[in-house]
């Protein structure tokens, strides 16, 4: 299914569980850093190891029972389509069976083995560049595509390298309980954000992501494992410049509600008809200034591909082993 053309919203989604939260993946983005690179390619699609970008966090989605992904284009947007159709998968994955001793085999037959190996995205574009001639930035965006998504949906940018993220339906879960409008995935600043976007109210004892009993953040070093909430996630905070709290880096990750993209907190119309263009940090920090965001530091690699140097980096790293 792809988003009509301007002027007019996009059809409704079928309602489903917001267990089985769609996601949208953003590649509407011009690359101009990565340029010459992305003159004629769009940056989802470079290779990193061996695979295009976007496709990493496709089949993780996939692996995490998402079924339904909607895919927000722009610069070169056809080429992504064109790559990708409208079905993801099944997954090209190693056999689990072969890896298994004799006696180990008839558990091969695990459900969740099967269903990783054999599940299929289906994929919807919104395609900005040809409805309003360019990008709408990342909650104008999302405002264009919310009806295919629901009431509860994950987001994730498509130029984001993150192989060790897990999208766990328990995540979803404890998302809709906590009746927050958001939930954020936070990493450690990397060098070219050293003072990071967000801080973490800490006084209720941030824990990383990665293992349930983990150490209390800062501090925690083992990669993360999973992309479970942890029991008391601690609020998200829009700290002003001259306070000395730590602040980390959003990893484009995270989970939201519909709500946050309607008033009070967004006064875009439903659907975005006339493709107007807005920020999502500013509704990040509104709803945040009202404790209406949480978020976790999750420690697994995490690379933000925005410069020739930082892909070329990545793809000097053999078999997706550091």
């Known amino acids: ?5 301007a002027n007019t919203p996009p059809p409704r989604a ?20 990565m340029r010459p690179l992305t003159d004629t390619c ?10 295009p970008l976007m496709q990493w966090p496709l089949e993780a989605l996939a692996r995490g029972g998402v079924d339904h992904v909607v895919i927000n284009t722009a610069w070169l947007g056809a080429q992504i389509e064109a790559k990708f159709g409208h079905h993801f998968g099944p997954l090209r994955t190693p056999d689990v069976r072969k890896q298994l001793s004799n006696q180990e085999h008839s558990a091969a037959t695990n459900a969740s083995a099967t269903a ?23 909650a104008g965006g999302i405002v264009r595509a919310l009806p295919l998504l629901g009431e509860v949906f994950w987001v994730l940018a498509g130029d984001v390298f993150a192989p060790d993220f897990v999208f766990d339906p328990a995540a979803v879960q404890r998302f809709v309980a906590s009746g ?7 990493v450690p600043n990397p060098a070219h954000n050293p003072r990071g976007d967000f801080g973490l109210q800490t006084d209720t004892g941030v824990r990383d992501s990665a293992t349930p009993g983990a150490d209390p953040l800062p501090g925690a070093t083992h990669p993360a494992r999973t992309g479970a909430l942890a029991d008391a996630p601690a609020l998200a ?5 001259n306070d000395p709290r730590p602040r980390y880096t959003y990893s484009t990750i995270g989970l939201y509600r519909a709500a946050l993209f309607a008033p009070p907190w ?21 709803a945040m200034a009202q404790g209406q965001v949480s978020a976790e530091l999750t420690t697994g690699r995490w690379t933000d591909v925005g410069t020739p140097e930082r892909l070329q980096a990545l793809n000097l790293v053999q078999d997706g082993k550091p």
Not at 126 to 133: A, C, Q
Not at 237 to 241: C, I, K, Q, Y
């Open 42 to 51: 769009p940056k989802p699609l470079l290779a990193v190891q061996g695979k």
């Open 237 to 241: 905070l829009s700290l002003p410049a």
């Open 116 to 138: 990783a190996a054999t599940a299929t995205l289906q994929l919807h574009y919104s395609d900005e560049g040809r409805d309003f001639g360019g990008a709408l930035e990342t």
């Open 14 to 33: 079928t309602p489903t569980s917001p267990l089985n939260a769609r996601a949208m993946l953003l590649a509407a983005g011009r690359g101009e850093r």
């Open 1 to 5: 299914m792809t988003v009509p053309a």
């Open 266 to 286: 967004c006064d875009i119309p439903a659907g975005n008809p006339q493709g107007v263009k807005a920020a999502l940090a500013p509704l990040l920090r509104a």
């Open 180 to 186: 927050k409008l958001a939930h954020l995935w936070l």
